[in-house]
């Protein structure tokens, strides 16, 4: 039989990368730590870590037994949160969402679901995806409006992601100008040679490397000003004529002075999505579900509906 309690010692482990930084979280000693994996692997007659001086490395039994305490872990966390959901009259249910799908989406989708459903009590939190998909598969959240790259998505069917994932469309990059830029008044996708010369303002730090290798891609080097986490920040530098923005299109916001154009085949995009777990069970997850297909609703209504001074 597997002790939960070593396999919890072994997720900190692993997801910490070395026993010291383990008993540091853990608030035992690094040799406690190390006893604790010792004594797993003895019971399974399997070594469940790699150890050298550069940390301790999975071994192929280690990830499974992670995958173990992963889901271990989420169920646990699931059943705490729908024992204390026992206490209280009303329905509590969580939404993540990164802030800019946040702005755009959620807030009519929400009032009306709100409207619609009286008794639930309603928490969202603002997280990037790296975190809010970790907090529906551990029963933190019961909903996340997240985003990924190029790629495959978050979770797929009969993955061990505990996920499931209902992609929302694309969300481009686009190249924000001001009004009298030369470039501004062409309605065809611009070339990323033609702006080689411009200083950029890159409105999100993980699409940075995206848009790194699409200009390595056309053979363009970029002059990068600045790279901003704040989507109405980088706007408003370019409307001072610092430079122009590369900004995701759900980040747009209305300025007279400025435009939107597209850029030319690859375009460099994200993909939004929903994430539900697949644990989800009882009145939340029903509400969870409810929300969802009025998100997906409204992202399909929302899909090229950008105010025309930002196409």
């Not at 529906?136 to 797929?156: I, K, M, Q, S, T």
């Not at 747009?252 to 460099?268: C, G, N, S």
Request: hydrophobic letters at 45%.
């Amino acid at each position: 039989m597997i002790d939960v309690q070593r396999l919890a010692v072994l997720r900190e482990v692993a997801r910490l990368g070395s026993f010291n930084r383990a008993a540091q979280v853990l608030h035992c000693t690094p040799s406690a730590v190390s006893q604790q994996v010792a004594a797993l692997e003895r019971s399974l007659g399997t070594p469940a870590v790699e150890r050298s001086t550069r940390g301790v490395a999975l071994t192929d039994a280690g990830r499974l037994l992670v995958e173990a305490a992963d889901a271990i872990a989420a169920e646990l966390a699931d059943t705490q949160q729908r024992i204390e959901r026992l206490a209280v009259a009303r329905t509590a249910l969580t939404v993540a969402t990164f802030a800019s799908a946040g702005r755009r989406l959620l807030p009519g989708v929400l009032a009306r679901f709100l409207a619609d459903h009286p008794e639930v009590e309603l928490s969202v939190l603002e997280e990037e995806p790296e975190a809010s998909l970790p907090a529906v598969r551990e029963g933190r959240a019961d909903l996340a409006l997240a985003y990924h790259f190029d790629g495959p998505p978050p979770a797929r069917p009969g993955d061990r992601s505990g996920l499931d994932w209902t992609p929302l469309g694309p969300d481009p990059l686009r190249v924000v100008l001001p009004r009298e830029h030369p470039a501004a008044a062409r309605t065809e996708p611009l070339q990323l040679a033609e702006l080689e010369e411009e200083r950029w303002i890159l409105g999100c730090r993980k699409s940075a490397a995206q848009f790194a290798g699409h200009a390595e891609l056309v053979g363009v080097e970029l002059r990068i000003s600045c790279t901003a986490t704040d989507y109405d920040f980088a706007q408003s530098l370019v409307r001072a004529g610092v430079g122009i923005a590369l900004i995701p299109e759900i980040g747009l916001t209305h300025h007279p002075e400025l435009v939107a154009r597209a850029l030319a085949d690859p375009t460099p995009r994200r993909h939004l999505g929903l994430a539900l777990s697949r644990r989800r069970r009882g009145p939340s997850a029903r509400l969870a579900e409810d929300l969802a297909a009025r998100l997906e609703s409204a992202a399909g209504r929302e899909s090229g509906a950008m105010p025309a001074t930002a196409r």
